[in-house]
């Protein structure tokens, strides 16, 4: 199997993320409003996998305390510098991993947006992760996760090629160049529930030369809603709340997972 670098390591994945995911996005979403319903003005909220800052940016500017944790040290620089640019100092960012980072003060709210969850990719890492969440939960903590719940179609075993839909361009926020985003394949693993991403990045001229080609690749393992829930439950957590989008609808088969978990 050839190894391609990963998708959030560097260059026009990187470099375009806020591009593909930007202010309107979020306010589709709806996750950031979703968070601050839950957050304290007076106390600190973690983010697990913070990537360029999009959710903790967003609530620091709303008043609150953040802090974001990221291994990733493009997406950190760009996060970085987004932070600079806030109207409020609130966000404050660090490279660590979700599984064994350490902070000093407790806080009462840790989310794990926009499937950063789904990074860990085996059993272990993600009770190593929920083990860590819990020891820096205050006693009346919150834990907010936001994952896929993919159907059947999505989570064929085997390779296969993505449909066209998996195709999409944004304009380079640097450069103004037009940058083609494509899906090349999809390879699921349905015993360990892992799927493994082949994505192209090109990048064109205006006279439409190629200036750059990458390949990147994501790697994530889906988590289907009992198996959550067990999880949670087993690892110091009573579930709350689980949802299929941020506007509090009824889990949906093929939608998006939203668990809210109370520490126990």
Same mark, same amino acid.
């Given at each position: ?17 806020? $591009? ?12 950031? +409003? ?6 304290? /003005?007076? *106390? ?20 609150? /305390?953040?802090?974001?944790?990221? %291994? ?11 932070? /600079? ?22 806080? *009462? ?5 926009? +499937? ?19 020891? @820096? ?34 304009? @380079? ?18 015993? %360990?529930?892992?799927? +493994?991403?082949?994505?192209?990045? /090109? ?12 390949? +990147? ?5 889906? $988590? ?17 709340? @689980?949802?299929?989008?941020? %506007?509090?609808? @009824? ?14």
């Amino acid at each position: 199997m050839t190894d391609f670098q990963g998708f959030y390591e560097a260059g026009l994945s990187v470099e375009i993320y806020d $591009t593909m995911f930007d202010e309107e996005f979020t306010q589709q979403l709806g996750d950031v +409003r979703f968070y601050s319903e839950y957050a304290k /003005k007076d *106390s600190l909220i973690i983010e697990l996998g913070s990537g360029t800052g999009r959710v903790s940016c967003a609530l620091a500017e709303l008043g609150y /305390k953040v802090l974001g944790i990221e %291994n990733s040290d493009a997406m950190l620089n760009i996060a970085n510098a987004k932070r /600079k640019g806030l109207k409020q100092k609130g966000a404050k960012f660090i490279k660590a991993d979700m599984k064994s980072f350490s902070v000093k003060i407790p806080a *009462s709210l840790i989310i794990i947006p926009f +499937r950063s969850f789904e990074m860990l990719l085996d059993v272990e890492d993600q009770i190593a992760c929920l083990n860590n969440i819990s020891k @820096h939960l205050d006693q009346q903590g919150k834990l907010i996760i936001h994952i896929t719940y993919p159907n059947s179609e999505q989570l064929k075993p085997g390779l296969r090629k993505p449909d066209k839909s998996w195709c999409s361009q944004v304009p @380079h926020p640097k450069t103004g160049n037009r940058v083609l985003m494509d899906a090349k394949s999809i390879n699921n693993n349905v015993v %360990n529930q892992v799927s +493994r991403e082949i994505w192209k990045f /090109k990048e064109f001229s205006d006279d439409e030369d190629v200036l750059r080609l990458e390949t +990147r690749e994501i790697i994530w393992r889906w $988590t289907n809603p009992p198996e959550l829930k067990s999880m949670l439950e087993n690892n110091g957590f009573t579930v709350l709340e @689980h949802y299929s989008d941020f %506007n509090r609808n @009824h889990l949906m088969y093929g939608g998006q997972q939203i668990i809210v978990a109370d520490k126990l």
